[in-house]
């Protein structure tokens, strides 16, 4: 479970993000809705420990304080982060790309290869682009290359900040399709995923919060299960 606790933050001295209290549960797919400038961004980063907070606050993933994990620790506790901006390494292969976090972390090679198949059972639209370099991939395949990437290190907590922004439909499909494959592959999986309108998310999320105005709340209404029959899906909080 992810549980954030009293997380405050500002930025160049405005205040982003005020007391925010959220309890995330594993075996769930949660869904951050708030308009551009909300915060959304920000309270990923603070989740990987890029942007500092408050310290009266806190995030915990299972119980874990992570102000004790330094950022480039956190990947190894299974956190994975897909950022916004499609950040590939442009004079790399896709497989290259994919591959990176988990030397970074020195993750053994044939653990590696596993979690290549593993990955590509899930996104099985990346087999055909791991050849290519990162630079000639269009917006839509270096979205799919950075949730592969994101889930070559992500087995426990899974960040993906607005995923949806600018997704040809069909993309957008395969994409919601991965994500359900994700969710069945691993079921002990907390995926938290950002954006700014609601609609592109209506197939997925099992919880959805809003951010708006520094505050974040559940909402209590419209929860619903994207998952595969026979995967018992447990509301934040519990
Ligand atoms: N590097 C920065 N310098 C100044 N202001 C920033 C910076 N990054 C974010 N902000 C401000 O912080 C607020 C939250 O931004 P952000 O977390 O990126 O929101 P979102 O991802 O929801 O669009 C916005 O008002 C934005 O203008
Ligand atoms: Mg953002």
Redesign the pocket.
């Known amino acids: 479970m992810l549980e954030l606790k009293e997380v405050s933050a500002s ?2 001295g ?1 205040s ?2 005020r007391a925010i209290n959220a309890q995330i549960a594993r075996t769930s797919t949660a869904a951050i809705v ?12 603070i989740i990987m420990g890029f942007v500092p907070f408050a310290a009266n606050g806190s995030v915990l993933l299972d119980g874990k304080d992570l102000a004790r994990v330094s950022p480039h620790d956190r990947p190894r506790l299974g956190i994975g982060y897909g950022p ?1 901006d499609r950040v590939l390494f442009p004079s790399f292969t896709v497989e290259e790309n994919l591959r990176f976090p988990c030397e970074v972390i020195r993750m053994p090679k044939k653990a590696v290869d596993r979690r290549m198949d593993e990955v590509l059972s899930i996104v099985p639209e990346l087999a055909p682009l791991l050849a290519r370099s990162a630079a000639v991939l269009s917006g839509g395949q270096a979205k799919m290359a950075v949730l592969g990437r994101t889930l070559m290190v992500g087995t426990r907590l899974v960040l993906l ?2 995923p949806f922004q600018g997704l040809a439909p069909v993309l957008a499909l395969q994409y919601t399709e991965a994500l359900n494959r994700l969710q069945g592959a691993r079921p002990e999986l907390t995926i938290l995923i ?1 954006e ?1 309108n609601r609609r592109l998310l209506k197939d997925i999320p099992t919880v959805t919060w809003t ?1 708006e105005r520094g505050a974040m709340t559940v909402d209590a209404k419209g929860q619903r299960s994207a998952k595969p029959p026979g995967v018992v899906s447990v509301p934040a909080g519990s």
């Open positions: 930025i160049a405005v982003v993000l708030g308009r551009n400038g909300a915060g959304k961004t920000t309270l990923l980063r916004e900040d607005e950002t700014s951010l």
